[in-house]
């Protein structure tokens, strides 16, 4: 059974960073194109950052240069690393998991729809 695991969530003040992790089980990252989501309240859900089975990144503008997205060398672990975080990041972020085996350009990297499995989220709330 496939399931994905958010932490590192949290508080923290403009400025700040903060990594997120997602912990895979029943599967690895090997096969897998991978991506954060985040929601804020009253918002629809968006991709922030997407990393594609063949290695390709994708980001949302209005994280790039601050947000990396990565996996450990077992692929096992996805991580979001959150530098220089705004107010504007508070969200609930989620890790998710597309299909076995399947590529993504990027118009369908940071598109919910193209992801099957997803974990439970991690509040990350950004003080100014």
């Known amino acids: 059974q496939i399931q994905l695991v958010e932490s590192g969530g949290g508080p923290v003040q403009a400025g700040g960073s903060l990594r997120l992790s997602c912990a895979a089980s029943?599967?690895?990252?090997?096969?897998?194109?991978v991506a954060w989501f985040r929601q804020a309240p009253g918002k629809e859900r968006e991709g922030v950052a997407a990393l594609d089975i063949d290695g390709d990144t994708n980001y949302a503008n209005s994280v790039k240069g601050r947000f990396t997205v990565s996996t450990d060398n077992a692929k096992k672990n996805l991580y979001l690393q959150m530098n220089n975080l705004k107010p504007e990041d508070t969200a609930r972020y989620y890790c998710?998991?597309?299909?076995?085996?399947?590529?993504?350009?990027?118009?369908?990297?940071?598109?919910?729809?193209?992801?099957?499995?997803w974990g439970q989220g991690a509040q990350v709330t950004v003080s100014s």
């Open positions: 998710a998991a597309g299909r076995p085996g399947q590529s993504m350009n990027k118009f369908q990297a940071l598109d919910a729809a193209w992801y099957d499995y």
């Open positions: 029943g599967f690895t990252y090997r096969t897998y194109s």
